[in-house]
Structures are given as structure tokens and as C-alpha cells.
């Protein structure tokens, strides 16, 4: 507010991620994605749609996850989809507490993008997560973030940008050409 005296867009970005499966999660495992997915994204936003309030316009982006809807078998995330998850629903509850106030609120939903979260050696293996065999760039997210604030009659959405995980997973070799016959791997 200091330097730019108002917000016109928040977009709540910061995630951790710890790959586990359940049982092994520790309490300070817990308590940090607590805090910064879900105690982290609260107070910023809280804070910005405060001003936004007094403004009478506002828009907040919050970045959560494909694996809220769509878990992938061999990536343990029960602590990612339930605090991402939490966002999202929070992303729906806000976009209708605010609409009549010239707030809105939407959300993104990540595949796997290339980032320094993941080392170089894993992107093989990440990328054939994704049906379009490839991670998602930064310039990804970038742009569905700047589809939905220049997108006014849009609130309460979440597109997914996860190189087509949402819409299901590819099976290899279905169909063999020879015989017509159809098999999964």
C-alpha cells in the first residue's frame, strides 16, 4: 500500500509440497503445510480484501493443485490436497461473499510445472504425468492468471492447467495396429 497506494490483484502463490505417504507424515510435516498453504494464503488475503473492500474492486488468484481433484497413483498427497483443497473451496466461498462487493476470486489448478521444487533428474519422469507428455512452464500458469484478470464476468472458477491430468490418464499402447485388439499396460 506503501509503495503503490492499492491492490489490484493478489495472487496467493506460496505452496509447499512433501511427498509421503500418510502414516509417515510427522506433526512439524503437518504443521508447516499448515501454515504455509493455509495460515500463510488467510492472512494475506484477509489483509488484501480489506483494501480491496474500500476500493470496491479486487481480484485474488490463489494457486492450488490438479491432485485436490485428480489423485495420481505413486504421489502420496494427502496434506497438499487438503490444504489446497481447503483453498479451493475457500476460492468459491469468497468469490460469493464478495461478488457484490467488485471482488472476485478464482483459483488455478497446476499440474506438475518445472520448477527449482523439482530436481532436473525427475522431469522425465514428471513430465509423463501429464497426457501432453511434458511439465507445465511457469509462463503456464502466467498466462491462465492473466486470462482470468482480464476475464471481469469470471468468479468462483478453477481451470486446471495440468497438460490434460484433469481429463484423465493415457494408457500405453491401447490399440495394436496389427490386430485391432485393444490392451492395457
Not at 492499492?6 to 502414516?23: C, E, M, S, Y
Not at 472476485?104 to 497446476?110: C, E, G, I, L, M
Amino acid at each position: 500500500m506503501g509503495r503503490f497506494g492499492r491492490i489490484d490483484t493478489l495472487v496467493d502463490n506460496a505452496g509447499i509440497f512433501i511427498a509421503k505417504p500418510f502414516t509417515q507424515y510427522t506433526e512439524a510435516d503437518c504443521a508447516a503445510i499448515l501454515g504455509v498453504n493455509n495460515a500463510g494464503f488467510f492472512h494475506i488475503t484477509q489483509l488484501a480484501v480489506a483494501e480491496m473492500e474500500k476500493q470496491g474492486t479486487g481480484h485474488v488468484v490463489q494457486i492450488t493443485t490438479s491432485l485436490v481433484d485428480h489423485a495420481i497413483a505413486g504421489v502420496p498427497s494427502v496434506l497438499a490436497s487438503l490444504t489446497k483443497g481447503g483453498l479451493n473451496a475457500a476460492t468459491k466461498s469468497l468469490a460469493i461473499e464478495y461478488a457484490k462487493r467488485g471482488i472476485r476470486v478464482n483459483a488455478v489448478a497446476p499440474g506438475t510445472i518445472k520448477t527449482s521444487m523439482h530436481s532436473p533428474e525427475t522431469y522425465a519422469q514428471l513430465a509423463a504425468l501429464h497426457p501432453v507428455g511434458r511439465l507445465g512452464e511457469i509462463s503456464d500458469i502466467v498466462d491462465a492468471i492473466m486470462y482470468l484478470e482480464e476475464a471481469g464476468f469470471v468468479t468462483g472458477e478453477i481451470p486446471h492447467v495440468d497438460g490434460g491430468q484433469s481429463a484423465g490418464h493415457l494408457c500405453h499402447d491401447l490399440n495394436d495396429r496389427r490386430t485391432g485388439a485393444y490392451r492395457v499396460e
